[in-house]
């Protein structure tokens, strides 16, 4: 290969090209353009741009040799192996940190690192605890360990990590920002709307101390716990954070995190959509603005039972429906729906109503009217699937009659025994020294009524197509939470000082914004259990002096992973230099 450039009016651009013979003739081919050399001079910080160019041909000669390179392998069996040496490594980390470098959180840690007094590399620390995260979740212990796996070593101990820490927790609020501004630059974030909820974390602790206190838990343990508040875009990837008590109000969290964003993102403009808990009187209040410096709005589930009586026949009554994408304005009635024919429709109703709230302020609480847009859709489909679900509800809960249960306490929404009624005393109201436990078929029709129906508020006056569809992405930051709680093993916390906890859990963000882009740019094609499993197994043996045999199956996985990201591990050996090529291109 040679180097070649094209001449225009205002600039010059460079390119690699080699001759190849066909039909008999010799014809110039170009292998890659480099690009302009305003481009060239912009994009990789250098002053003149034909070395440059020069250079990279000179890399591809070399690359071009090493893939046509044969090597000999000498295997005795009759030759122990050298005691403490490792010779297998995993290279699949290698794609997370092409994201991890793409993301800029290397110019992040040598930021911070600037303001600092310590002599250890935080973009290694940062870099392995991600990968490690994704791959490997365990332990901070663990996790160095377990970074000894990768072709790159790390360059830190495992007491530089709890160090760090403590500098990763300081700086949470500008890793937050940064990273959103950076990632903002590779792709446009898609924050027209954005989702905020809430989980919780718990510790096997029995005392509670600093956050972790006592609180409703979503794992229903007995334990102490911390809770995080989270923003996603409509592109399911995090914006923002925030650890709080385990015993604070979830209402509660929502602005202070929206403030943040406000000064600190440069976010202005974006609808905030939430399920019905998370939506106050306050929340709504604080999201019905539309200034001159900017523009909020709100979306949220609305309970029909938890309505006013008027509104809820209203919600539920026969006529007045509408087909949805249907502009001729005609009304349907639900008891003319034909079950199959109309089954994957969707029909809704609206009507603007009055809410009175009670706002908190700095000056104490005042009551405050809210106007909103009430949606309400129905479907039969809907209707059909929450059937499904109760009938297999109603099942179990007969099994347990028959088994004898009493089924006393609390009932969850969702739990079988909500149904099971249970008589404690005869008919002369006397205590009966047996009680008796039957199914309750009055709480079952008063839970029909409902089938098919769900509602939303809103302070928008757009499409109610729009509104419905911004609002049932909102299943997606359920999927962030059960990834960093499933897949990557966030809980249970095992760290005890509190800014280690704030550390712990913003390794598990950037963790989660990591694989969300590594997700996109295999265009969401694959499942999560499929991508990290992959990952993992891409292992090398490596020779010394020769280079790494791969060890993992080459699959339609693989390849997309090597044709997205630009380079190719699946040879039957990668020569030592090229390996580390690679490993240089991920960190460019």
Avoid at 508 to 518: A, E, N
Avoid at 559 to 568: Q, S, V
């Amino acid at each position: 290969m040679r180097l070649g450039w094209s001449t225009s009016k205002n600039s010059i651009s460079y390119y690699a090209q080699k001759t190849v013979y066909v039909d008999g003739k010799n014809k110039s081919l170009v292998v890659r353009r480099f690009g302009s050399e305003k481009y060239i001079c912009e994009t990789y910080g250098v002053t003149d741009a034909k070395a440059w160019a020069k250079e990279q041909v000179r890399l591809m000669n070399e690359a071009e040799k090493e893939d046509s390179a044969k090597f000999n392998i000498e295997l005795c069996a009759g030759t122990d192996l050298v005691m403490d040496e490792q010779r297998r490594f995993n290279g699949g980390y290698l794609f997370l940190q092409d994201v991890y470098y793409e993301l800029g959180l290397h110019k992040i840690c040598r930021t911070i690192s600037g303001r600092h007094l310590f002599e250890y590399d935080l973009n290694d620390i940062l870099s392995r605890l991600i990968y490690t995260r994704i791959l490997y979740p365990s332990s901070k212990r663990s996790s160095f360990e377990e970074s000894k796996r990768f072709i790159e070593q790390p360059s830190f101990e495992l007491h530089d990590i709890y160090r760090a820490l403590s500098v990763l927790a300081g700086e949470s609020d500008y890793i937050q920002s940064r990273l959103f501004k950076n990632s903002a630059a590779i792709q446009k974030r898609n924050t027209q709307v954005i989702y905020y909820d809430c989980t919780n974390f718990y510790f096997e602790i029995d005392a509670a101390e600093d956050d972790k206190q006592f609180g409703k838990s979503k794992e229903n343990r007995p334990l102490p716990i911390v809770g995080m508040g989270l923003f996603m875009d409509m592109d399911g990837i995090p914006i923002s954070f925030s650890i709080y008590p385990g015993n604070r109000n979830e209402q509660t969290t929502m602005i202070p995190l929206e403030e943040k964003m406000l000064s600190k993102f440069d976010m202005s403009k974006f609808i905030v959509c939430t399920d019905a808990g998370l939506s106050s009187a306050t929340n709504r209040v604080f999201n019905s603005y539309d200034g001159e410096d900017g523009m909020r709005g709100y979306i949220t589930t609305q309970p029909i039972k938890t309505l006013k009586e008027f509104l809820q026949k209203w919600c539920l009554s026969d006529d007045g429906w509408f087909l949805d994408g249907d502009g001729s304005g005609k009304k349907y009635k639900i008891s003319e729906l034909d079950d199959e024919h109309d089954k994957d429709k969707i029909f809704y109703k609206t009507r603007w109503i009055k809410e009175d709230g009670i706002v908190h302020t700095k000056n104490g609480d005042k009551k405050k009217i809210i106007e909103q847009k009430l949606i309400v859709s129905y479907s039969i489909k809907y209707r059909n699937f929450l059937r499904h679900v109760r009938e297999g509800q109603i099942e179990r809960a007969k099994k347990l009659v028959e088994s004898g249960c009493t089924c006393a306490g609390k009932k969850k929404q969702n739990d079988p025994k909500r149904f099971i009624k249970t008589n404690h005393a005869t008919k002369d109201g006397e205590v009966a020294e047996l009680s008796a436990s039957y199914i309750d078929y009055s709480i079952i029709e008063s839970e029909e009524k409902y089938d098919g129906f769900y509602a939303v508020c809103t302070n928008l006056d757009d499409s109610v197509a729009s509104i419905v569809k911004a609002n049932k992405r909102r299943w997606e930051i359920e999927e962030c939470f059960r990834i960093m709680k499933t897949d990557f093993e966030a809980r249970p916390v095992y760290l005890n000082r509190q800014d280690r906890i704030l550390a712990h859990f913003i390794t598990c963000f950037i963790s989660l914004i990591v694989y969300r882009y590594l997700e996109k740019k295999l265009d969401t094609k694959y499942t999560i259990d499929q991508i990290l499993s992959t990952l993992q197994e891409m292992d090398f043996m490596k020779y010394e002096g020769k280079g790494y045999q791969p060890t993992y199956t080459r699959s339609e996985l693989t390849d997309a992973l090597h044709e997205a990201f630009g380079f190719y591990t699946s040879k039957q050996i990668i020569p030592i230099s090229k390996m580390r090529n690679i490993c240089s291109q991920t960190k460019k």
